[in-house]
């Protein structure tokens, strides 16, 4: 007998769905279904997925598998043998690859089901999912406005409950700021605790694979499946895999939480500041210790980011030649042919950081632009070793506004650039760190446009309740200390939980 959903729903949660698979409260087949039927239903609207995976929610998955058949999705630049993997780019359109990444591997024998590949910024250039080759993703909470980049469509799918969890990756912030945009928890974990072996790369000593879900505790959950050492991945860290679930006790009384004087400064929105501010009352009412610490190099972030990261990309895309694999236009010579192909691959991002980067290395530049940036780099990280010396964690905002129009700074790159401004400096020094939703701020026409009108005017002019991200950033190898501080905000607020109208 069919299962009555609207009497007895199913859970949102991805350990209550693997915990209700293995009670057998339902089956693997029933909740595929429900989640393919969201997909069908709302997808069309949002754009989140590239494929949608032919499944039939059927399973031999072991009984001490912890996922039980539950479902994920991937974002499209983790190679998986059985899906395309296009990274949005045209220059792999159904592109199949004969192998899984190794996050994708521990995932498949954990037991989770596959529902597709999401969308995304092509080759996770991008700050706002519009650079995707297909089709741009939006906001589930104001489709006229992004999901945040590049991890646009595995925050989306998230917030509108079209997946319970996902995978994405982060290069700059390319996990935390879709989180922030779209009201979901994501987490960066420490650079080279998950495996990177089949991660399409672009930058090789920045990117990270970590989860996207509903609250700290998935995350947590997900994040014991994918940990630990590959000898695949030469930059896999060989250290212990914590029972990163076992250490959320809701407790954070004596917690010390720095709070650095530069991410409070210019060019952080007002309103966007005082929930933060708010959130960071709750944690001091729950027994945290806020110490205000410094990170004084914070300013060079993005401009070190994007010398350091366009370089790495100019080396990483030169595989995408023609000649292997993907598109190929034939042309009379080898080297034209090479020209045309990636002329007509690549999107204007990409092509803007493989020139940037290309010119960073370029004889003549290489110690004025890369080479300085790395030392800046090491600065930047002994920023954060310094203030770990007096805190356990750092508290910050994840973004310096909520989630912005689609179109509105695709003409401007440095505008766009700016978006990832509290970000960038956690990958660089290859720290973890978790955005968790703490709040929200009304956007409407009016309130964007006007400079000084009257409040309550504005008000009456409507608009989107849009999310606003926390960022916790940890010690090196302390996701532990994140996910615990993030688990007790999430235990007393709500924030998490809301779904948009839409999609309710």
Request: with cysteine.
């Amino acid at each position: 007998m069919a299962r009555d959903t609207a009497a007895e729903p199913f859970p949102f949660l991805l350990r209550e769905i693997a915990s209700g698979l293995a009670q057998g409260l339902f089956s693997p087949k029933e909740i595929t279904a429900h989640y393919r039927e969201r997909i069908d239903r709302y997808d069309g609207d949002l754009g989140c997925f590239l494929h949608v995976a032919e499944v039939s929610g059927d399973t031999d998955t072991s009984e001490c598998a912890p996922l039980h058949g539950a479902p994920i999705a991937l974002k499209d630049l983790l190679v998986t043998s059985d899906m395309p993997t296009t990274c949005a780019s045209r220059i792999l359109e159904g592109y199949r690859p004969p192998y899984d990444a190794t996050a994708v591997k521990r995932l498949r024998e954990a037991g989770a089901c596959f529902l597709g590949k999401l969308n995304m910024d092509e080759f996770a250039m991008g700050s706002s999912n519009e650079n995707s080759a297909f089709h741009p993703c939006r906001n589930p909470w104001d489709r006229d406005r992004v999901p945040g980049g590049s991890s646009g469509g595995s925050a989306a799918a998230v917030a509108a409950r079209l997946v319970p969890a996902s995978l994405g990756s982060d290069t700059g912030g390319s996990i935390r700021q879709p989180a922030s945009f779209c009201g979901v928890t994501g987490l960066k974990p420490t650079y080279g605790r998950v495996s990177r072996y089949g991660l399409v790369a672009f930058a090789s000593s920045l990117d990270q694979i970590g989860p996207l879900t509903i609250d700290a505790a998935d995350a947590a959950f997900l994040l014991e499946i994918l940990a630990g050492h590959d000898p695949l991945d030469s930059t896999s860290a060989s250290v212990p895999v914590p029972r990163f679930t076992e250490t959320l006790d809701g407790e954070i009384n004596g917690t010390r939480v720095g709070i650095p004087k530069e991410y409070f400064s210019e060019g952080l929105e007002e309103d966007v500041r005082e929930r933060v501010e708010e959130a960071l009352r709750l944690l001091e009412g729950e027994g945290a210790d806020l110490v205000e610490v410094s990170l004084p190099h914070t300013r060079y972030a993005v401009p070190v980011y994007y010398i350091v990261a366009p370089a790495e990309a100019s080396s990483n895309l030169a595989r995408f030649d023609g000649v292997r694999y993907g598109l190929r236009k034939e042309e009379e010579t080898m080297m034209e042919s090479f020209f045309s192909t990636r002329g007509a691959g690549f999107g204007p991002e990409v092509k803007r950081r493989i020139l940037l980067g290309t010119y960073a290395l370029s004889s003549g530049y290489y110690d004025a632009y890369y080479k300085t940036a790395l030392k800046v780099r090491t600065l930047i990280q002994r920023d954060f070793l310094e203030a770990f010396r007096s805190v356990d964690v750092i508290a910050t905002p994840t973004s310096p506004t909520p989630a912005f129009r689609a179109g509105e700074r695709l003409d401007d790159p440095i505008k766009m650039y700016l978006s990832d401004v509290f970000t960038i400096s956690v990958n660089l020094a290859g720290l973890p760190a978790i955005s968790i939703p703490c709040g929200f701020v009304k956007r409407g026409k009016a309130l964007e446009e006007r400079k000084n009108g009257d409040a309550e005017e504005e008000a009456m002019q409507g608009g989107a309740d849009l999310p606003v991200g926390l960022q916790l950033i940890g010690k090196p190898f302390d996701e532990a200390g994140i996910l615990r501080v993030a688990d007790a905000y999430q235990r007393r607020t709500d924030y998490h939980l809301r779904v948009p109208e839409a999609f309710s």
